[in-house]
């Protein structure tokens, strides 16, 4: 699976909206991107996944790049609870499964 | 429909003890994953598994550490002969075998302590 890169860290204001960048510049053509965010103590929780167009659900917005070399997940409005790392995998997905890499992610830390 | 279930959540277990860590995948999933995380760093892979088959087992350490994922029943984690190093959380995730990417996202479970003593 192509590699990541995503800033350490980043703080948000409570109420704004946190933009989250992930650079996957090596990302073949059947790689989705997923971004993945863990709490404090708790175990991964899925946000959101994408090929080549926007997405959207009810917890966030990922944005990726026409040349799919860059991402952005976008929480509209940060709260106090979206404190957490945040996780940018790029993955083939086929029937064999294939496992997520994690890297070391964004830790997100939103202030009131 | 339920989510990844774990447990036990928390287990404590002396040096050379035995510790078993169970987890049910979420309804209808039958690859499950197994993922550790030492305390302060990040989630590492241990194993792949499928219902009686390990597909990938690269990230487990060569000795004292096992897992199945049997035709019934949850898959189990299982570390022999415990050490202080051994103590993290251990997380369990699970997707469905369908290749179509909405459905092969992985869900994880609440994780499962461990402590050694």
């Known amino acids: 699976d192509a590699k990541t890169t995503q800033p350490p860290s980043m703080d948000c204001a409570e109420g704004r909206a946190a933009n989250l960048p992930c650079n996957h510049s090596?990302?073949?053509?059947?790689?989705?991107v997923y971004w993945y965010r863990q709490i404090h103590s708790q175990g991964p929780q899925y946000i959101i996944h994408?090929?080549?167009n926007n997405e959207t659900n009810e917890m966030a917005s990922l944005i990726i790049t026409e040349d799919r070399k860059s991402s952005t997940l976008i929480l509209p409005h940060a709260t106090l609870r979206d404190t957490a790392v945040y996780y940018c995998?790029?993955?083939?997905?086929?029937?064999?499964?294939?496992?997520?890499?994690f890297g070391g992610g964004t830790r997100l830390m939103v202030k009131p | 429909n339920a989510g990844v279930m774990q447990n036990p959540r928390h287990l404590v277990r002396r040096r050379g003890q035995e510790a078993r860590l169970r987890c049910s995948p979420m309804?209808?999933?039958?690859?499950v994953y197994w993922y550790r995380q030492l305390p302060e760093e990040g989630l590492k892979f241990m194993v792949y598994?499928?219902?009686?088959?390990?597909?990938?087992e690269s990230g487990m350490p060569k000795e004292r550490f096992s897992a199945e994922f049997p035709k019934e029943g949850p898959s189990i984690l299982r570390i022999q002969q415990v050490v202080r190093g051994d103590s993290a959380a251990y997380f369990c995730?699970?997707?469905?075998?369908?290749?179509?990417?909405?459905?092969?996202?992985?869900?994880f479970g609440e994780g499962s302590w461990l402590t050694v003593v």
């Open positions: 309804k209808g999933h039958s690859h």
């Open positions: 995730a699970s997707s469905p075998s369908t290749g179509h990417s909405s459905g092969n996202t992985i869900y």
């Open positions: 090596t990302i073949s053509g059947n790689e989705y």
């Open positions: 994408g090929l080549k």
């Open positions: 598994l499928q219902k009686e088959n390990i597909i990938d």
């Open positions: 995998i790029v993955r083939v997905v086929n029937n064999a499964g294939n496992m997520l890499t």
